[in-house]
């Protein structure tokens, strides 16, 4: 995965699966690509990343939410959105399909309600779907490369359009399987979600 990933030709922030804690003893994923925790700014947005792996946050993780949402900056200006990054799917709905304290997912979108989050994108659940009726409105865009709902094998990316009050448009493209010659399958559905 990472030698695909350092042929991207636009930064590439990622985060553990459940794949990446349960599969093997040595930790391979963060070798590769370092801690799972961690957030940054890119233009005018700030961007953060949980390791939700292994279905809950270290209580060291817990603790910095608040600083890790909203660190200090050297403008003393706060970023004009934030996205969240997870592996497990924090919206209520769904959290028992992963997560194995209830207390903190909800700990965790009270903390992106109180910092005026706009964007939760998680995956591990194998279908895509957008959820803008949550506090904090979430998009699941499945797994690259796992069985989409008995569904081969699908690929792609998530494209979300800002505007100056949040996500106007966000959409999964699909595209072709690494090392494929031919297009992405017609069958994939783009999912979606204009507000």
């Given amino acids: 995965m990472a030698q695909i990933l350092e042929g991207s030709p636009v930064p590439v922030a990622v985060t553990t699966g459940n794949h990446d804690i349960f599969a093997t003893v040595q930790p391979l994923f963060n070798q590769s690509f370092g801690p799972g925790n961690y957030g940054f700014d890119v233009c005018d947005a700030r961007v953060v990343m949980l390791d939700t792996g292994n279905g809950d946050l270290a209580t060291s993780v817990e603790a910095w939410l608040p600083r890790l949402l909203d660190p200090p900056r050297d403008r003393g200006d706060r970023a004009r959105h934030l996205l969240l990054g997870t592996h497990m799917a924090p919206y209520w709905g769904y959290t028992t399909d992963g997560w194995r ?36 409105p979430e998009v699941i865009v499945g797994t690259g490369g796992a069985s989409q709902r008995g569904v081969d094998p699908d690929y792609g990316y998530l494209r979300a359009v800002f505007g100056p009050r949040g996500p106007v448009d966000v959409c999964f493209r699909s595209l072709p399987a690494p090392g494929s010659p031919g297009p992405p399958p017609s069958r994939a559905p783009e999912v979606c979600g204009p507000r």
Avoid at 108 to 127: P, S
Wanted: charged residues 20%; glycine residues 8%.
């Fill in 101 to 136: 304290r209830e207390d903190q997912a909800q700990l965790l979108m009270a903390e992106l309600v109180d910092h005026g989050a706009e964007l939760v994108v998680a995956g591990h659940i194998h279908w895509r779907g957008v959820f803008d009726q949550a506090p904090v």
